[in-house]
Each structure stands twice: as structure tokens, then as C-alpha cells.
């Protein structure tokens, strides 16, 4: 009977009901959101959107036809900044009256200006709409470049020729596809620039960690597991933007203040797929550590307290946010690439 009894209360648990509710709660108007993250040599870039309610309909997403931006370097004007191509855009397959497929709306545009600031320099964007506060926001002086080196050593390595099952012989067959897999160990050795004052830093892999070209393809895993990065964090998110969601690999200068420090990445799992026509460049893996400006790296450390798992009781995390009269972050950083070469051969 207690059986049964748990068996029906289990079902209505499950049994799923809908109930429309009226929200009745605050509205708060759009503003204007600016997104910038400058970097010394560079020409400035930022994206500029606007905020939205999270009810709103897909069209009052589209940013204003009318924004205008300026650029300003340690507090001198140094011209407007001009829409660029690189637009951000938001489409769906959908049909409206006259029975038209696709719909698409401008989520975010992209202004630039041919300047480029230099270490030290403080850069400040402004931006006006009509029917907008006026916003603006500033990094703190850009940081200077950093010394980065790399050591690898692979402690396991496999590799051999896929096979496929013949119907007609009866038998496997080898295929012209060459596989590679294994582990390694890297090292990576970071001077702190800056003596007697806190340092802000990013480390991650720049770009997809799976990437095919026809036959050939690659892809690593790594755990965050060095005591820089604090917590450990699966790398199960790759980033592909500067203002990414999930942010993995920051740090501060905490344990090695004016020294040397030595990230340690253990057992990075790599898999490869070599065809006939595969290019060495090809198997090469970037890696980023940055430098990051204080702003950047509290918005990208807000932006990684959200993502530890799933916290139903959790309290919400505001994201920072540097921007006056709206929202976004300006910041800066500089970026030292290292090129990891995969083994080909044992």
C-alpha cells in the first residue's frame, strides 16, 4: 500500500499544468549599452546596442538607426566614431502577412575609429540617441604587454589507421584517415609586470576547441585545475568574442606578486584525424594570456560567479558595469598568443 501511495504522488509531481500570468511588476525604459575592450596598437572598436525588456518582442530589440559615438584618449576628443560592417544581427525563419520567410533585426552596431592608444592611455567612449540618455564610460590606463613562455611535454600518445566494415568482403578495412590521441602537460611561465600593485589576468584558448576541415580535424579538453585560477572550472565552453558569457581562466597576481609563476595545465586530452591532404599548420592550437584592466576583469569575474552551476536559491548576480547613463563595459587589455603544435608523429 506505501508502494502504491508513492507511485501517485510521484505521477501528480509529474503531471504538468500551464497558467497564464499577468506581469505586474516595473518596467524599466532601454538604454543605450556600449561595448568595448581596447587594446594598445590597436584601432578602437565598440558595440553598441541597447537594453531591452525581457518581455519585449523581437523587433523593439533593433538599436536605434540614429546613435552617434565619439572617441575620447586621456580625456582629448579624438573624433567620431563610424558604424562599421561588422554589424551584429539577429534572424529567424518565421511568416508574416504577405507570407515572407525571414526576419531579421539589428541587435547591435559595430563604430570604430582608425586611432590607436597606446600604453597608459585612458580611452573613453560617449554615445547619444534620440530618445536615450546620454552614456559614456572609461577604461583605466591600458596595461602593458607581458612576458609569456611555454613548455610541453607529452606523456601519452596513440595513433593508427581508422578502420570501416566492409559488407561485401566480410572484413574491416583500414581507411586513408590517420588517428592520433593522447595527453600532455603544459607549463606556462608568467612574469608579474608590475611589483608592489595588483595585476589582473586571463588565460584560455583562443578560439573553437573542435575544428574540421573535410578529413582533418582536432580538438583538446583541459581543466582549469591550477591553484591560480582558484576554483576549478571544466573548460567546457570555448570562447569565441572578447564579451563572452562564460569567462574561464582569470586571475590575479595574489601568489606571485614581482615573480615568476608557472600556470601547470595537467593532462590535456588531445584527438586528431589526419587525411591525405592534411597541412601541419593546420594542427596548431592557440592560446591567449592577457592583461587585463581592473574593469574588465571585475566584469568578467561578475560574469563567471553567474555561471557556477545550478543555483536554484542562489541571490541574482548583477553584472559590472562601467557605463554611465546605461549599461556595458570600456575596458582594455593586451594579448600575448602562444602556439601549441600538436604531436603528429610519436
Not at 236 to 261: A, C, I, M, N, Q
Request: aromatic residues 14%; charged residues 20%; proline residues 5%.
Amino acid at each position: 500500500m506505501k508502494n502504491v501511495f508513492v507511485l501517485i504522488l510521484s505521477l501528480l509531481v509529474l503531471v504538468s499544468c500551464e497558467k497564464e500570468i499577468e506581469f505586474k511588476g516595473e518596467q524599466t525604459d532601454p538604454k543605450l549599452v556600449v561595448n568595448c575592450l581596447a587594446e594598445a596598437g590597436q584601432p578602437v572598436k565598440a558595440f553598441i546596442s541597447k537594453s531591452y525588456f525581457f518581455l519585449d518582442t523581437d523587433e523593439n530589440t533593433q538599436v536605434p538607426d540614429d546613435v552617434v559615438a565619439s572617441l575620447y584618449v586621456n580625456d582629448n576628443l579624438i573624433g567620431a566614431m563610424t558604424p562599421h560592417t561588422d554589424t551584429i544581427w539577429h534572424s529567424w525563419y518565421d511568416y508574416d502577412e504577405e507570407g515572407n520567410p525571414y526576419h531579421s533585426y539589428r541587435l547591435a552596431t559595430v563604430f570604430s575609429n582608425e586611432y590607436c592608444p597606446q600604453e597608459g592611455d585612458v580611452v573613453r567612449i560617449t554615445a547619444s540617441a534620440n530618445g536615450y540618455d546620454d552614456v559614456e564610460g572609461a577604461s583605466s590606463a591600458l596595461p602593458k604587454p607581458i612576458d609569456c613562455q611555454m613548455s610541453v611535454e607529452v606523456t601519452r600518445w596513440y595513433g593508427g589507421y581508422t578502420q570501416h566494415y566492409n559488407h561485401q568482403t566480410g572484413q574491416y578495412e583500414e581507411d586513408s584517415v590517420y588517428s592520433i590521441s593522447g595527453y600532455m602537460d603544459l607549463t606556462f611561465t608568467i612574469s608579474d609586470p608590475n611589483p608592489g600593485q595588483t595585476d589582473y589576468f586571463r588565460f584560455h584558448l583562443n578560439g573553437d576547441n573542435g575544428i574540421s576541415i573535410g578529413d582533418n580535424r582536432w580538438s583538446v579538453y583541459f581543466d582549469y585545475d591550477d591553484p591560480i585560477f582558484g576554483t576549478s572550472l571544466e573548460n567546457d565552453f570555448v570562447d569565441f568574442s572578447d564579451l563572452d558569457l562564460r569567462p574561464e581562466g582569470v586571475f590575479t597576481d595574489v601568489l606571485f606578486d614581482g615573480k615568476e609563476y608557472q600556470i601547470k595545465i595537467k593532462d590535456l586530452h588531445f584527438n586528431m584525424d589526419l587525411a591525405a591532404d592534411y597541412n601541419p599548420d593546420f594542427y596548431r592550437v592557440p592560446f591567449n594570456v592577457e592583461h587585463l584592466t581592473k574593469e574588465y576583469y571585475n566584469y568578467l569575474n561578475t560574469c563567471n560567479q553567474g555561471e557556477v552551476g545550478f543555483q536554484i536559491w542562489a541571490e541574482p548576480i548583477q553584472t559590472f558595469s562601467n557605463v554611465k547613463g546605461g549599461y556595458g563595459i570600456v575596458a582594455g587589455h593586451t594579448v600575448e598568443t602562444l602556439w601549441l603544435d600538436l604531436p603528429l608523429e610519436e
